[in-house]
Nanobody
Framework: QVQLVESGGGLVQAGGSLRLSCAASGSGFSINAMGWYRQAPGKERELVAI?????TYANSAKGRFTISRDIAKNTVTLQMNSLQPEDTAVYYCYARTAYSSTWGQGTQVTVSS
């Protein structure tokens, strides 16, 4: 079973930047997808960005967020620039193998106006 540890959330003013990191461990199988989702209060969890055989961004993230993955270290990073209050949410790391999907515990990102 994969374990995920997230870091990097916090409070930032509109227009600022944050960097989220997630480290995976414990999997005996190759991780074929790693990415980030978010869930704002009263809303469903939604994709932010994910790396599989290609990289996919939500429309809201395109041009502002950059996802990167270090396969050797089993980490995934989300660089978030030009943050806006509507980006406020709990951000969850996600990892998938051929046999399981795992979510991180979530890290709060709050953007003040």
């Amino acid at each position: 079973q994969v374990q995920l540890v997230e870091s990097g959330g916090g409070l930032v003013q509109a227009g600022g930047s944050l960097r989220l990191s997630c480290a995976a461990s414990g999997s005996g199988f190759s991780i074929n997808a790693m990415g980030w989702y978010r869930q704002a209060p009263g809303k469903e969890r939604e994709l932010v960005a994910i790396i599989t055989v290609r990289t996919t961004y939500a429309n809201s993230a395109k041009g502002r967020f950059t996802i990167s993955r270090d396969i050797a270290k089993n980490t995934v990073t989300l660089q978030m620039n030009s943050l806006q209050p509507e980006d406020t949410a709990v951000y969850y790391c996600y990892a998938r193998t051929a046999y399981s999907s795992t979510w991180g515990q979530g890290t709060q990102v709050t953007v003040s106006s």
